[in-house]
């Protein structure tokens, strides 16, 4: 039976595809594909298959997926499910299921080696936490008036009062007073997270 490997293209998945070679003679790979170029990673993941020689398959995304999709999603899910890939991703391991049993992927080595864009984001505003406040007032307004989302939460973030009060800026999804139309009356405890306390670990205030 030969082994598998969801694979992107990206650094993650193409070392774990090449150590599987190493140590799997029959290799095969899966990977998705957008007719929109910004979003498509095949290109990649083509180059990466041919250069290692694993029996590789490819499946093109279009609207109809999509529809399709939604009449099975809280079936599979049982819950909301904030994570834009879970379509792709389910049309990627029905794919490779027609042909192996056993897949490996590279999720994971983002979160580990803080490979997400807000980490960098956050390596970027610490140093200005050490300003006065008041400076960073100003350099949050100034981000506030580029029409950008990204400008706009960096500059939301440098109001912080605290170092772990701008990990929650940069790391969550919604904004506080989002959250609290989203579900009012709720407390939300930043500091009862497991990110918190794993943040103040490796980075203590």
């Not at 180059?47 to 279009?62: F, I, N």
Request: with cysteine.
């Amino acid at each position: 039976m030969p082994l598998g490997f969801l694979l992107s293209g990206g650094i993650d998945s193409s070392l774990v595809t090449a150590i599987g070679c190493k140590l799997a003679g029959d290799v095969r790979t899966f990977t998705i594909g957008f007719h929109d170029s910004n979003y498509d990673e095949a290109p990649h993941s083509r180059q990466v298959a041919a250069y290692l020689g694993t029996r590789h398959t490819e499946l093109y995304l279009d609207e109809s997926h999509f529809a399709d999709f939604l009449d099975h999603m809280a079936e599979y899910y049982d819950e909301p499910f904030a994570d834009s890939s879970l379509i792709p991703m389910y049309y990627l391991a029905r794919m490779a299921r027609e042909h192996v049993t056993v897949a490996l992927s590279g999720d994971g080595g983002d979160e580990s080696f803080c490979g997400y864009p807000k980490y960098r984001n956050l390596s970027q505003l610490l140093p200005a936490m050490r300003l006065p406040r008041s400076i960073r007032s100003g350099i949050a307004r100034a981000l506030q008036l580029i029409p950008s989302n990204t400008s706009h939460k960096a500059g939301h973030a440098l109001r912080s009062t605290s170092i772990d009060d701008l990990v929650r800026w940069l790391v969550s999804i919604w904004k506080p007073d989002e959250l609290a139309q989203l579900m009012p009356g709720v407390q939300m405890s930043w500091e009862a997270t497991q990110l918190a306390s794993t943040w103040r670990r490796f980075c203590p205030s």
